[in-house]
């Protein structure tokens, strides 16, 4: 029966997709998101309160008597709006802020890995300028610089010179362009990458269905990162055996290290992989649905979502059923982005498509559809196998107008060509 009042924190498109995911339980009768955006108006009542404003969401918990609260974004779990909503005996989906660490500090998440020998690249952790660069000017390169702490997906330098490496330590730790913080400096993995999300509740571990997403921002993986142009579900190159090997032998020894430390996750670990010649390895965990590759997991996911947020605050055992149709889905991003780009372009066309839409970064302005962030929306298409999803994606996008919006046209190459 449908009674269950759902609070979503956040704006963007994996809110979107968890929104549209909840809209579609037995269970669930009304869904609010704080703040939302101009595509989540059309599935939720959308509360203008911002993702870091924990008091203020904890007040509106209560006084709609919310039964459930689901936490897009990292933002919000670092500050520590599941530790507030459980003081105020509040249900919520998502880590506390000492198990949020996984994500929101890169050094105790590879010191966690090297204590539990969960396989991942050799690292060294500095906070001081002169001894980091000492340190890349006497090994191998490529090397991987990482800013400790959050950086909206966009504190990693893979140098493969060290003038590109000098430039990478200045900007985080002289120029603090992220924060005042530490850098962690690690071995490169060459192989193709891959995303593992599972719904975690103590030792518990239920697996989602496997993405890969694509962070360059133009086509053939060139120009600048991303917070990700595009994502795809299943992925062909992951084997059985490869997914087992992720699951027995990173995810689940993960969540139990956890445990062991006395900091038990209670919400989405998402695994970003790599499959090296010696098998997967960790290139790094957030403690959150990934964006874009929610939108191409969660439409799989054919089992009441409710029932799964719900048994993992309890701790209870629960099964999920995926389908077997592929999701392809392609970013439409502001032209600029990454860089600096203009808000406020009108949107044509996005109402019709045959696909589905997930809004990333929309406004409704005196009832027209406007550009109002850096990745604004995101097309997926379904198919039988991930050609036809892929094709499904291009035809909606070919009827959406709008002289603002960017796209790759390349999305799924690796397995595809």
């Not at 609010?32 to 911002?50: F, T």
Request: proline letters at 4%.
């Amino acid at each position: 029966m449908k009674s269950k009042r759902v609070l979503v924190v956040g704006s963007g498109g994996r809110c979107h997709a968890i929104v549209d995911t909840l809209a579609r339980s037995p269970q669930v009768e009304k869904i609010y998101c704080a703040p939302g955006n101009a595509g989540i108006a059309r599935q939720a009542e959308c509360v203008n309160i911002a993702v870091g404003d924990i008091e203020a969401l904890a007040a509106f918990a209560k006084e709609q008597k919310i039964d459930l609260t689901v936490v897009g974004p990292e933002a919000a779990l670092a500050v520590g709006i599941t530790d507030r909503f459980q003081q105020e005996g509040l249900r919520i989906f998502g880590p506390t802020k000492a198990a949020a660490q996984i994500e929101s500090s890169k050094e105790f998440a590879k010191r966690l890995m090297a204590k539990y020998e969960i396989p991942t690249a050799g690292y060294e952790a500095f906070e001081e300028f002169e001894p980091a660069w000492e340190y890349v000017k006497g090994r191998a390169l490529p090397a991987v610089i990482k800013y400790d702490g959050l950086a909206a997906g966009k504190g990693v330098v893979v140098a493969e010179s060290y003038e590109e490496a000098e430039e990478a330590l200045k900007d985080m730790l002289l120029d603090e362009s992220f924060g005042k913080g530490r850098v962690v400096v690690e071995d490169f993995l060459d192989g193709p990458e891959f995303s593992f999300m599972c719904v975690v509740s103590g030792e518990k571990v239920y697996p989602l269905a496997m993405a890969q997403d694509h962070k360059r921002a133009y086509d053939g993986d060139k120009g600048p990162n991303t917070g990700g142009m595009g994502a795809y579900s299943p992925v062909p190159f992951v084997t059985e055996e490869v997914r087992e090997f992720a699951l027995e032998r990173i995810m689940k020894p993960t969540a139990k290290a956890m445990v062991a430390e006395g900091v038990p996750f209670v919400g989405v670990l998402y695994g970003g992989l790599i499959l090296t010649t010696d098998g997967p390895k960790v290139i790094e965990f957030n403690a959150r649905f990934g964006d874009p590759e929610t939108e191409v997991v969660l439409p799989r996911l054919e089992s009441d979502i409710y029932n799964l947020f719900d048994a993992a605050i309890d701790g209870r055992d629960c099964a999920t059923e995926w389908s077997q149709e592929a999701m392809l889905g392609v970013v439409l991003a502001s032209k600029g982005y990454p860089g600096s780009y203009g808000k406020g372009a009108e949107i044509k066309g996005s109402e019709s498509v045959d696909a589905t839409i997930y809004h990333m970064g929309t406004a409704e302005r005196e009832g027209k559809l406007v550009t109002a962030g850096g990745r604004v929306m995101m097309v997926v298409g379904r198919g039988a196998d991930l050609a036809e999803a892929r094709e499904m994606a291009h035809r909606a996008i070919d009827q959406i107008e709008c002289e603002a919006l960017f796209h790759r046209r390349d999305i799924g190459h690796k397995v595809l060509n």
